[in-house]
């Protein structure tokens, strides 16, 4: 165990690493000037130019990266280009708004998608299967923001139970109000993956020996699905919700723009936008870190789920 | 079960009730995922001025309500005087006028301290502005005086709350530097309060605003990025002042809203095309004037919609200080721009390159534009691109035809400056948007900016525009204007006909009639 972290600790790290170096180098290919973009379009040259000299622009790509690469290392990922505030605070301004957006929607996924998926694996061809996998099927194709503008019309204008700005805070009331909708925006897009993939996991594991030697010992239908089935169906359940629990942060930005919440999507995208170059590196660390460590407890999880995974 | 979802409804219809204390706070959506620097020297996007000019003033300012430079009043200054050749301003500084969070009086010293910052490259997006600038001193406490190196055309409107004329506190900028863009102190009607990223702006009422106290106790600056949860946000209640879309369709929707009042304001942007002059084919005038008379404007602004877009009347908004109101802009006629590209040597037509922006106002313009031009044989190749490399590749000339649209400072001088003097040339060490690289009204430009008779001004204004619009070095399309819709209740205190920081001034006698 004790190795097995080790090694993943050593992979995250040369990870990083690579993210980092390709990071920097992929915002400067990419056209678009951060002085031009901060200081607009009436900006003259003179003063462009002293902006990029200011920022440190000017200086050799590799002095730049060096400087970077030093600055990471000592834990400084340096200030915004456009606010001047500090990368690390103004990430960490954002971040819990976007762990909790991603964990509520998680656990909505979950708490839908899994009984939905055994459900209809255990009724398969009967009209709550072809229910479930059409409810699925409409959850992955429906566009976020589509379904956003419509939980919006319906319950903060039409019904006025739940406020259009999702960004309230102070009391569990508040809370409650703005991350229901967000969340379940996001949250049944979640629930459709894993109702596929607990759907056929459950299929392929119903049509096992040992379930129908369950069966023929006269044990509950009741237990041998739950109890029997859906623990040996897990793996590929836990496999798809900690990669998509890498994705749904990365895809909460539309959620985030629609609900006008503050998180990590619309961090990247401004910084992108506004060629906010120390921003972006900083972003993309954490976000490459969160990965990283999302899947290192996915593989943790798969020993918790199957004791016969041993993690070497 | 069904209780608890009961229970839980109710609890957030309850706390999704609208507070009834709102009347002295002002909500206000603007189109922005979050602000960038506060600093008014630096803050060129609408989001950010559109909120510091709240907070900010001028030695002079536009009679709210208004863009033209003929409104100008005192502000700061309580009067002033020129010499006769306009080169030397001297300023009586308003007494008792208090910087905000206690940084104490605004003096003359403040003043000068403040024109300095503007003019340097280092600290300010608008130094160009205060190039001409030769000293800018504190005589005693309450005296101003400036001096220029040259007459500049309409130098007081660069007094104004607007851009690199936004009075700072020395005090609070010499204390806080870089970090005055996170907290900045100014002398207007609001101060600032709060910030929280990607949520909001806070500022609060200046009870020491020399004008008096505002009506208004505090403003909520709600950034909201997308277009659709503004105007839901707008329609729950939850905002009162919002930032419209320049679109036919939105106005019309939001006028159809009960207590609604759609403003719809100057500055217009003026949407123009400029042919790179020098590159082929569009080095042959035949070409250029091939086009211009593809473009049909009345069918553009029929396509915008007229609420929101007029025909463009120069190479210069109109309205500007300057502008040739009728300029002899080339008239659709598709015969005469095929026999024009015929006689150039392309009987069967050419095909010209455009890079451009995907921001969505702007493409369906360009795809408008393609779509008259291929009535005359002219093929529009158009590359799209998101909006910071648009603005990178343009630069760096890259792009035979540029369709830009912007709104300047009021004076001709301005634009017709940036867009089309040889100094403002795009690769070159003084660049500015000179994408045509047309210099033949330089010796006009040049000579207006220091003829101190205003009407010999004028006529060397339009003499320039004239001859840039002949040479076909700019085709203006359509005049943009902005759009903003806020609740009847709210009352601006003054007529709204313009804001040069392109939102709505709000004032201290703005309030809520409810």
Same mark, same amino acid.
């Given at each position: 165990?004790?190795?097995?972290?080790?090694?993943?600790?050593?992979?995250?790290?040369?990870?990083?690493?690579?993210?980092?170096?390709?990071?920097?180098?992929?915002?400067?290919?990419v056209p678009g000037d951060p002085a031009q973009v901060i200081l607009g379009d009436l900006a003259s040259q003179e003063a462009i130019a002293a902006l990029r000299?200011?920022?440190?622009?000017?200086?050799?790509?590799?002095?730049?990266?060096?400087?970077?690469?030093?600055?990471?290392?000592?834990?400084?990922?340096?200030?915004?280009?456009?606010?001047?505030?500090?990368?690390?605070?103004?990430?960490?301004?954002?971040?819990?708004?976007?762990?909790?957006?991603?964990?509520?929607?998680?656990?909505?996924?979950?708490?839908?998608?899994?009984?939905?998926g055994v459900w209809a694996?255990?009724?398969?061809?009967?009209?709550?299967?072809?229910?479930?996998?059409?409810?699925?099927?409409?959850?992955?194709?429906?566009p976020p923001f589509v379904s956003a503008i419509l939980l919006l019309l319906g319950f903060a204008i039409m019904l006025r139970w739940f406020p259009v700005i999702s960004a309230r805070t102070g009391s569990v009331g508040a809370w409650f109000q703005s991350i229901t909708l967000p969340a379940i925006n996001l949250g049944l897009i979640t629930a459709a993956y894993i109702t596929r993939v607990t759907r056929s996991a459950m299929l392929e594991v119903l049509s096992e020996d040992y379930v129908r030697t369950a069966k023929a010992k006269g044990v509950p239908w009741r237990a041998v699905v739950w109890r029997h089935g859906l623990r040996n169906a897990l793996i590929p359940v836990i496999t798809i919700v900690g990669l998509y629990l890498g994705i749904l942060i990365g895809n909460s930005v539309l959620t985030e723009i629609v609900f006008s919440r503050p998180g990590l999507g619309k961090l990247i995208v401004g910084a992108l936008n506004q060629r906010d170059y120390t921003m972006l590196q900083g972003m993309m660390v954490i976000y490459t870190l969160v990965v990283v460590l999302v899947n290192l407890a996915t593989d943790l999880a798969y020993g918790v789920a199957d004791p016969r995974v041993k993690l070497t | 079960m069904r209780r608890t979802v009961c229970a839980l409804a109710a609890l957030a219809a309850l706390s999704a009730a609208p507070a009834l204390a709102q009347q002295k706070t002002l909500n206000v959506g603007m189109a922005t995922a979050d602000v960038g620097k506060l600093d008014p020297h630096l803050a060129a996007g609408t989001p950010d001025k559109g909120l510091l000019h709240w907070v900010f003033t001028g030695l002079v300012r536009f009679k709210p309500g208004t863009s033209s430079p003929e409104f100008l009043e005192p502000e700061i200054a309580e009067s002033w005087t020129v010499n006769p050749t306009a080169t030397e301003f001297t300023f009586k500084i308003r007494p008792g006028v208090q910087c905000h969070h206690g940084y104490g009086e605004f003096t003359a010293e403040d003043a000068a301290y403040s024109i300095k910052r503007a003019g340097s490259k280092e600290t300010s997006a608008f130094s160009a502005d205060f190039a001409s600038v030769a000293e800018a001193?504190?005589?005693?406490?309450?005296?101003?005086?400036?001096?220029?190196?040259?007459?500049?055309?309409?130098?007081?409107?660069?007094?104004?709350?607007?851009?690199?004329?936004?009075?700072?506190?020395?005090?609070?900028?010499?204390?806080?530097?870089?970090?005055?863009?996170?907290?900045?102190?100014?002398?207007?009607?609001?101060?600032?309060?709060?910030?929280?990223?990607?949520?909001?702006?806070?500022?609060k009422a200046n009870a020491k605003y020399f004008r008096g106290k505002p009506a208004l106790d505090e403003i909520v600056y709600r950034f909201i990025p997308s277009d659709a949860t503004r105007d839901l946000a707008y329609q729950s209640g939850e905002v009162d002042l919002i930032y419209g879309k320049q679109d036919q369709t939105?106005?019309?929707?939001?006028?159809?809203?009960?207590?609604?009042?759609?403003?719809v304001m100057e500055p217009a942007e003026l949407s123009s095309l400029y042919l790179n002059t020098k590159?082929?084919?569009?080095?042959?005038?035949?070409?250029?004037?091939?086009?211009?008379?593809?473009?049909?404007?009345?069918?553009?602004?029929?396509?915008?919609?007229?609420?929101?877009?007029?025909?463009?009347?120069?190479?210069?908004?109109?309205?500007?200080?300057g502008t040739d109101e009728k300029a002899p802009q080339y008239p659709l006629d598709i015969a005469k721009a !095929? #026999? +024009?590209? =015929?006689? @150039?040597?392309?009987?069967?037509?050419?095909? /010209?390159?455009? *890079?451009?922006?995907?921001?969505?106002?702007?493409?369906?313009?360009?795809?408008?534009?393609?779509?008259?031009?291929?009535?005359?044989?002219?093929?529009?190749?158009?590359?799209?691109?998101?909006?910071?490399?648009?603005?990178?590749?343009?630069?760096?000339?890259?792009?035979?035809?540029?369709?830009?649209?912007?709104?300047?400072?009021?004076?001709?001088?301005?634009?017709?400056?940036?867009?089309?003097?040889?100094?403002?040339?795009?690769?070159?060490?003084?660049?500015?948007?000179?994408?045509?690289?047309?210099?033949?009204a330089d010796a006009e430009i040049e000579a207006?900016?220091?003829?101190?008779?205003?009407?010999?001004? !004028? #006529? +060397?204004? =339009?003499? @320039?525009?004239?001859?840039?619009?002949?040479? /076909?070095?700019? *085709?203006?399309?359509?005049?943009?204007?902005?759009?903003?819709?806020?609740?009847?209740?709210?009352?601006?205190?003054?007529?709204?006909?313009?804001?040069?920081?392109?939102?709505?001034?709000?004032?201290?006698?703005?309030?809520?009639?409810?």
């Open positions: 165990m004790i190795s097995f972290l080790i090694r993943r600790a050593a992979f995250a790290l040369v990870t990083l690493f690579t993210v980092l170096t390709l990071v920097f180098l992929l915002v400067r290919i000299t200011r920022l440190g622009l000017d200086r050799p790509v590799f002095e730049q990266y060096v400087t970077f690469l030093g600055g990471a290392l000592r834990g400084d990922w340096g200030v915004s280009m456009v606010t001047g505030r500090p990368v690390i605070e103004e990430v960490l301004k954002v971040l819990p708004w976007t762990i909790e957006l991603t964990l509520v929607s998680l656990v909505i996924g979950c708490v839908v998608g899994i009984p939905l694996a255990t009724n398969r061809n009967r009209v709550i299967d072809y229910a479930a996998r059409m409810g699925s099927l409409m959850g992955l194709s429906f | 001193v504190a005589v005693d406490k309450s005296t101003l005086r400036i001096k220029l190196k040259n007459p500049v055309p309409g130098f007081l409107g660069y007094l104004a709350n607007y851009h690199g004329g936004n009075m700072v506190c020395m005090k609070a900028a010499e204390e806080m530097k870089d970090g005055f863009g996170k907290k900045p102190v100014g002398t207007g009607p609001f101060e600032f309060a709060e910030y929280q990223p990607q949520q909001y702006v806070k500022l939105w106005v019309q929707r939001m006028k159809a809203l009960p207590n609604t009042v759609v403003g590159v082929k084919p569009l080095d042959d005038i035949r070409v250029r004037q091939a086009i211009a008379y593809a473009i049909d404007r009345a069918q553009l602004v029929a396509f915008k919609g007229a609420l929101v877009v007029r025909p463009s009347v120069s190479i210069v908004p109109s309205g500007y200080l !095929k #026999a +024009l590209l =015929a006689e @150039a040597g392309y009987p069967n037509g050419i095909t /010209v390159k455009t *890079i451009h922006t995907t921001l969505p106002g702007m493409q369906t313009t360009i795809e408008a534009v393609q779509a008259q031009l291929k009535k005359a044989g002219i093929n529009l190749d158009i590359e799209l691109v998101e909006h910071a490399t648009f603005h990178a590749k343009i630069r760096e000339d890259l792009s035979p035809i540029v369709h830009y649209a912007a709104a300047r400072f009021p004076v001709a001088d301005v634009y017709l400056t940036q867009f089309f003097h040889s100094r403002s040339q795009v690769k070159t060490p003084t660049a500015v948007t000179n994408f045509t690289h047309c210099n033949q207006a900016r220091i003829e101190p008779d205003l009407a010999k001004q !004028k #006529a +060397l204004w =339009a003499t @320039a525009q004239q001859k840039l619009i002949k040479d /076909v070095c700019g *085709i203006g399309l359509f005049e943009q204007l902005q759009v903003w819709a806020w609740r009847d209740s709210l009352d601006l205190g003054y007529e709204l006909k313009g804001a040069l920081n392109l939102s709505i001034p709000i004032t201290e006698k703005t309030r809520f009639t409810k």
